[in-house]
């Protein structure tokens, strides 16, 4: 197989289609005697738990026992950092938290057996949005912090400002639910030699390994986890697959029966966590031609009840706040708060779109409020060949954000359209079109330099067929996909001679979780390895002779050379110190950018995407075919983000859209009517496997082209306005309505007031800005 010839069939497409295909849930028809769990929930958003009665659900018919804090033999904690999960918590921290759990024949007899149980509570103050937290000092991290260059120009409040252009404001951005098909579920049982066995929705099995052991106190060769797929985790599943899988062991564990956890899907919306909410507050200084100056930005998350993984989200936040443009001087902190909310957890992006969607608001309202178009400022700021992050690492590659923007315009023909535009709407009083480029430059490695590593089990069987083990999951998003067409190449082997196995701690330990869109780089690379090992062994043997792979194998064997090998890959050159803010997080940047188009009924706020145009540098792409998928749904999920999904709690904490008829998901009426994907050409990434680049984050901020598309439409009612995420047609209603009224902050009012308000304040320089 050649490059040009990477357009294979995805690796579970017969299963798919099928509905061969086996998720965990598949599996129960395996345990005849299988218990199904369900959990008892507590009716308060923070609580103490002053008793706990479950007496009466051990007489409801077919309930064969219950879990309470008195059960587990280890440490019942589902903490991946901070060991802050119990799984029996005395304190209730969110809405729906389990507090205990039932077991019984049937999921109908737990369920009844779970409303028997008598729990008494002490209801207590409850923390349920950012601000109250702010107000709380509810805080779940110190202030993390990243900053270079003087920005003591922002501390001046007088009007005789050294710049040209200052603005001050906030932003709120909403959260949204990762609604994967296949929702959180395992089912543990004993093995026969009394250790644990788990099948788990997990993107991290060594991570569920470690948690199972420690709550049941064992070491962990004694459990093993497996992972078959899954059908979608978009980082829901990174963590928080950990709690069910050790619930289903426990269970297990001490009724000596397979036991199942399956969340139905309203259960998995009230008590999963979500991508987190963010409030940014910023003041920028500008030069007349659109350059920044001066950034001072401070980010706060929603972290929810428990630690999760918002620090490091927030690291990437702040990793991200520059986008593609280059911060002279800049000071940036975050902060997660303390809530009494599910624990927000990682979502594709990882914190990255969030603050990208804060400069490019800055930006825009810069852009609008100097007279110039917002495309020419992005442009203006881009990062420059050997230029430096905030952090201190070189931006290698940023030629190639130049390319794609200028590629990208002339393929779209931005400035026809533009024009175009601006007569329709000059045509049109009550539906206005608006059109935005935006860029993405996202970097690819985990920010903890530790996970950056993946390990393979290559197996050559006598005949010549393949067995693939490596540390990955597939979770649809096509990693078996394309680490099988890189056994394939490296061994000269069809396709249909490779299969590809289950993810299992047991075959590979110690794995990092599939996430940071790292899975093929580093699985990927480890079965290289492990297939070049083999490769090499085989050539000795070949002595030269052009002989059949299947022959070739079979003289191995009679040669006693061994026919397995293990392989590994340690990302090179990477390193943080969060100490000082300086280092190279990250292995190599992904640039791309998109081109949107919408059109806005000013009686509605209704919209609709009519085109969109994407370039995006993927590398030499393994599997093209997967690929244009990952771009094409990483783009409408993040659409839906940015317009469509509202996560909303109401006053006791529950979340209010906890189902598909109350959270709007994106459909076909948010696919673009024209939608153009290409990839960048020449593009081949050096030291990294078959030169390819990373692909599963870096589409989703391509949807903020829309935002700004929308941005552009609304200020063709009258002037720019700014408005919160996501852009609801009812926000976008609104937004019309105060553009059309003039109502767009563009007057000087205080810092304290626009802080307070959301409006933008503009400070007029001695240059005369507008």
Not at 390 to 401: K, L, P
Not at 451 to 460: D, E, H, I, S, T
Not at 669 to 695: H, M, T, W
């Amino acid at each position: 197989m050649t490059p040009a010839d990477r357009f294979g069939p995805h690796e579970s497409a017969v299963g798919h289609v099928t509905g061969s295909a086996l998720y965990t849930d598949d599996l129960v028809g395996r345990f005849p005697d299988l218990l199904h769990a369900w959990p008892v929930l507590a009716p308060h958003a923070h609580a103490r738990v002053r008793s706990l009665d479950v007496s009466a659900a051990l007489n409801e018919p077919a309930v064969v026992t219950t879990l309470t804090d008195v059960d587990p033999p280890g440490e019942a904690n589902s903490g991946a950092n901070r060991h802050d999960e119990p799984l029996f918590p005395s304190e209730v921290m969110f809405y729906g938290q389990p507090v205990a759990w039932v077991l019984a024949d049937t999921l109908e007899a737990a369920h009844r057996g779970a409303a028997r149980v008598k729990a008494d509570y002490e209801p207590l103050p409850a923390v349920l949005s950012i601000a109250d937290a702010i107000a709380a000092d509810s805080f779940l991290t110190d202030v993390l912090r990243l900053a270079r260059g003087d920005v003591s120009s922002l501390d001046a409040t007088a009007l005789d400002l050294p710049v040209h252009l200052r603005i001050d404001g906030e932003l709120e951005i909403g959260g949204q639910e990762h609604f994967y098909l296949e929702t959180q579920c395992a089912i543990a049982w004993l093995d026969e030699s009394g250790g644990v066995a788990v099948h788990s929705s997990t993107q991290h099995p060594a991570e569920t390994q470690e948690v199972v052991a420690r709550t049941l106190g064992l070491p962990r060769h004694q459990v093993g986890v497996e992972c078959l797929r899954m059908g979608g985790a978009f980082g829901g599943k990174e963590v928080q697959a950990n709690a069910w899988a050790a619930i289903a062991a426990l269970g297990a564990w001490k009724t000596k029966r397979p036991v199942r956890v399956r969340l139905t899907r309203q259960l998995d919306m009230a008590l999963t966590g979500k991508r987190h909410p963010y409030l940014a507050r910023y003041s920028a200084a500008f030069s007349a031609d659109g350059r920044i100056e001066a950034l001072r930005l401070a980010l706060y998350s929603d972290g929810g009840w428990s630690l999760d993984l918002s620090e490091p989200v927030m690291w990437r936040s702040l990793f991200h706040c520059d986008n593609a443009y280059h911060l002279p001087a800049v000071e940036v902190t975050g902060r997660v708060c303390r809530t009494h909310k599910t624990s927000q957890t990682a979502f594709r992006g990882f914190g990255g779109p969030q603050a990208m969607v804060a400069i490019e608001e800055i930006l825009a309202i810069a852009a609008q409020r100097l007279g110039l178009p917002a495309d020419v400022v992005r442009e203006r700021n881009f990062y420059r060949e050997g230029d430096r992050t905030h952090y201190g690492q070189t931006v290698e590659g940023a030629d190639r954000m130049q390319a794609i923007w200028s590629r990208l315009k002339e393929s779209s023909e931005f400035e026809r359209r533009r024009a175009a535009i601006e007569d329709f709407n000059g045509q049109h009083r009550h539906v206005k079109r608006g059109l935005a480029i935006t860029p993405v430059k996202f970097g690819i490695s985990f920010t903890a330099t530790f996970f950056n590593q993946g390990g393979a089990l290559v197996l050559l069987y006598r005949d010549g067929s393949v067995q693939v083990n490596h540390g990955g999951t597939e979770m649809g998003q096509g990693l078996f996909t394309k680490v099988r067409q890189i056994a394939a190449e490296t061994l000269g082997v069809p396709l249909d001679r490779v299969r590809m196995m289950s993810t299992r701690t047991d075959k590979i330990p110690n794995t990092p979780a599939t996430a940071a869109s790292a899975g093929t780089d580093l699985n990927g690379a480890a079965v290289a390895d492990a297939c070049a090992t083999l490769t090499a062994r085989l050539t000795e043997v070949a002595e030269g002779r052009n002989l059949p792979f299947a022959d070739l194998c079979e003289l191995a064997y009679r040669r006693r050379v061994p026919l397995f090998a293990h392989g590994y890959y340690r990302t090179p050159d990477i390193h943080f110190d969060s100490s000082t803010g300086v280092g190279k997080p990250f292995h190599y940047f992904v640039y791309a950018a998109a081109v949107s188009e919408v059109e806005v009924d000013e009686f509605t706020g209704a919209y609709r995407l009519i085109r969109t145009d994407i370039l995006e540098d993927v590398g030499d792409s393994i599997a093209p075919v997967i690929d244009r998928g990952q771009v094409e749904g990483g783009f409408v999920q993040g659409v839906g983000w940015l317009t469509c999904e509202e996560l909303l709690w109401d006053d006791q904490g529950r979340v209010a859209t906890a189902s598909a008829s109350t959270y709007k998901l994106p459909s076909w009426s948010e696919v673009p009517d024209v939608f153009n994907v290409e990839f960048l050409p020449r593009a081949s990434q050096p030291d990294v496997v078959f030169g390819s680049k990373a692909v599963g984050e870096p589409p989703l901020m391509l949807a903020i082209s829309v935002r700004e598309a929308l941005r552009e439409a609304i200020a063709a009612f009258g002037s720019g306005v700014t408005f919160s995420s996501p852009a609801t047609p009812e926000r976008v209603f609104f937004a019309v309505r105060r553009a059309r009224d003039g109502a767009a902050g563009a007057q000087s009012i205080p810092v304290e007031a626009a802080t307070a308000s959301g409006s933008t304040a503009i400070r007029v320089g001695r240059a005369g800005a507008p």
